[in-house]
């Protein structure tokens, strides 16, 4: 047996507080697709008292066709994903992959030493570790009793 429910017309229509709340929502939570949907890589960042790290996932790419510049408070990852070659004989059925050239750039959170950053590359993921300038560096001062 089915549960019958009654329709209200009233409770299908949206609020306007709804429809900004989800018009913010996608606007700003959404990554934002410079073109079909290719935004560049997926990063993360995080710090600790001494260094900024910044991880990349960079599939189908090799490390040395990645660039990796620091221009003051800015770092920029470029690249360029190849495209397989086209066959005509195939005839897909889904097709997700991204190709061509794309660029990342992100702010960084403090003042860094650019010279001293190190990069390494394995299995896919980019990992650039950037040290703090002394600067930024936390400090512990310690207290002389009297």
Known sequence: ????????PAREMMSLREA?????????????S?????????IDMY?????IVVKAALPGIKADEVQINVTGEILTLKGEVKN????????WHIREQRW????RSVILPTDVVAD???????????TVTLPKADEVKPR???????
């Open 116 to 126: 001293k950053a190190k990069a390494e590359f394995e299995n896919g993921i980019l």
């Open 47 to 51: 710090q600790t008292d001494d260094e």
């Open 1 to 8: 047996m089915s549960n019958l429910i009654r329709w209200e």
């Open 100 to 103: 061509g050239s794309f660029e």
């Open 140 to 146: 512990t001062i310690t207290v002389k009793a009297k």
């Open 20 to 32: 900004m709340d989800r018009l913010f929502d996608d606007a700003f939570t959404r990554p934002l």
């Open 34 to 42: 410079i073109r079909d949907g290719w935004s560049g890589p997926a």
């Open 84 to 91: 397989e070659e086209e066959k005509k004989e195939k005839a």
